[in-house]
C-alpha cells in the first residue's frame, strides 16, 4: 500500500510516499480503508520536530507516518472484534498514527460508525476536533451575553467554537486572518471580524467591549494568548488553552489571575483522550450537527500525494476549516 512518511525532521518536504506492507489487524482491531485522513496542525509540529520541545510527547521511530484520524470502510477485523464491523464506514482514531496511508489499524474501541446524515469528511471534522470544541466550550460555561473572543476562528476548532459561543447566547468576537477568513467567521454567525495581523487589534476588541471579554478561547499561543488574557474581563473572564498553533507555550504572570480575579484553564489530549469522556463529547457534536445546529467546514480537500502541500497551505495559515487527505 502507499503510505505517506517523513525519514526525517524538516520542512513539508521530507514528507513522502512510499510503498509499504498491508498491515494486519492484531486482537481488538479493525483494519480500515481510508477514505479520508484529517490533518491538524500538530502533525506539522510533529513533522518539523517542534513538538521535541515538550516532554510530554515522546520522539515518534523514524520513518514516522502521520495521521491520528480516519474514515473510511472497515475490509477485516482482528481476533476479539464481532464481524459485523466488516463492510461499515466508521471514523476513528490511530494512536500510533499512520492514517496518511491507503489501509490502517485502528483500536476497535477507538472507531464510531458514520451516523446516518453525515459524510466521511464531516465526520472526520467533527471527531477529534468537535471533540475539543464542544469540551472547551463546556469548560468555559458560557453564558448568555457574555463577550466571547475566539482566536484562529476560521480554523477546525476556532469556526465550531464560534458556533455553540453563538448556539449559547453570547456576542462573539472572532479573529483570523485576512479576507477570506474573516468572511467565513462572519458567515457563521461571529458579530464581530478582526484581523489579528493588524496592528491595534487589542485596542479594537476594547472598543467593543470596554468592560472585557468574559471568555477568550486559544488554540494558538505566544503573544496572541497574553493579548487575549490582558482583555479578560476583572472578576470573572475565563481564558481556556487548548493549543499552541504558534510554537509557544502561554505565558502568564501567576499574579495577576488573583489581582485581576480571572481564571485560565487547560484542555488537551491528556483531558479529551479518556474514552469516556471524549465519547460523550462527540457524541454531542454528532448530535448538534444533526440537529443542524453544528456544521463542520472542509475547506480543502488534498490527494494523498500532495501531502506536503497540505502541510505548507497549514504553516502558511490559508486552510479554511478542517483539511483531509485522500489516498
Known sequence: MRSVRFHEYGSPEVLK?????????????????????????????????????????????????????????????????????????????????????????????????????????????????????????????????????????????????VQLAKNAGAEVIALARGEKKLTLARELGADHVLDYTEEGWEQRVRDLAPGGVQVAFDGVGGEISKASFDLLAMGFGRLVVYGTAGGTAPQFDPEMLYVRGVSVSGFGPRVFLQPEYGARLRQTAFDLAAAGSLKPVVGQVFPLAEAAAAHRAFEERTTLGKAVLVP
Not at 513538538?51 to 470502510?73: H, I, K, R, S
Open 17 to 161: 510516499v512510499d510503498e509499504v506492507p498491508d498491515p494486519e489487524p492484531g486482537e481488538g482491531q479493525l483494519l480500515v480503508r481510508v477514505s479520508a485522513a484529517g490533518i491538524s496542525y500538530a502533525e506539522t509540529q510533529i513533522r518539523s520536530g517542534l513538538m521535541q520541545q515538550f516532554a510530554w510527547f515522546p520522539d515518534p521511530p523514524l520513518p514516522y507516518a502521520p495521521g491520528f484520524e480516519v474514515a473510511g470502510t472497515v475490509v477485516r477485523v482482528g481476533a476479539g472484534v464481532g464481524d459485523e464491523w466488516v463492510g461499515r464506514k466508521v471514523v476513528g482514531a490511530a494512536p500510533t498514527a499512520g492514517g496518511y496511508s491507503e489501509l490502517a489499524v485502528l483500536p476497535a474501541g477507538a472507531v464510531q460508525a458514520i451516523p446516518d446524515g453525515l459524510g466521511e469528511h464531516e465526520a472526520l471534522a467533527l471527531f477529534g476536533q468537535g471533540v475539543v470544541a464542544v469540551g472547551v466550550a463546556e469548560v468555559a460555561a458560557i453564558q448568555p451575553k457574555d463577550v466571547v473572543l475566539v482566536q484562529s476562528a476560521a480554523g477546525g476548532v476556532g469556526s465550531l467554537l
